[in-house]
């Protein structure tokens, strides 16, 4: 009796989470508190240490977390770790792994989590004032170049990727710019500390 209570219960809650038209935002979300939670433990530190010392592959893992608001501060750490590798070779790696971590952002942003949350955001308008944007071209120019800048920058570039995305990019185009900037705003980067 009891192993039937027990199997009735856990289909109760597996039906729930069917139903549920938020899975992919509640999986983020629950994700990113995970690691927000683990990030100063010694499992933490101990994943870090071993990324410094994987050499080009820690360089590229460390471009990928790069990208991203809760992985931008201990990425950058890890950038400049690599003291030993060649400057130019690490901005290239770390380029080409943060040109992949934008890319995976984007699509689950936009796949995922954006197709979720679309219902939200026509109630807030959000579409509209997208739409606005995009219809006039001063303004779309200046969401590219501030777009750009942030891909550059050692800032997060989750909005980044929203802002060239309203810039009507199209997926090839938008890796490129990302790959391009990401590869500069690291070579400055590593060149700037390096120089000190």
Not at 119 to 143: D, E, H, M, N, W
Not at 160 to 188: D, Q
Request: glycine residues 8%; contains cysteine.
């Amino acid at each position: 009796m009891e192993k039937l209570k027990q199997k009735l219960h856990s289909t109760l809650y597996l039906d729930a989470w069917q139903r549920w038209e938020y899975k992919h935002t509640t999986k983020l979300l629950v994700t990113l508190a995970i690691f927000i939670v683990l990030l100063d433990t010694t499992i933490m530190a101990a994943g870090f240490d071993l990324i410094s010392k994987l050499g080009y592959v820690g360089v590229f893992i460390s471009g990928v977390l790069f990208v991203s608001l809760f992985t931008a501060v201990p990425a950058v750490i890890l950038l400049l770790s690599f003291e030993e590798l060649n400057p130019f070779a690490v901005a290239l790696v770390a380029g080409i792994g943060a040109m992949l971590g934008d890319y995976l952002i984007l699509k689950f942003a936009e796949e995922k989590v954006a197709y979720e949350l679309k219902p939200l955001a026509y109630k807030f308008g959000v579409p509209q004032a997208i739409a606005y944007l995009q219809g006039r071209k001063s303004t779309l120019c200046l969401v590219r170049i501030i777009g750009a800048f942030m891909i550059a920058s050692p800032l997060p570039d989750e909005l980044a990727i929203g802002l060239l995305g309203i810039g009507k990019l199209n997926r090839v185009s938008f890796l490129l710019i990302c790959g391009v900037l990401n590869v500069l705003g690291i070579l400055l980067l590593v060149l700037s500390v390096r120089s000190f």
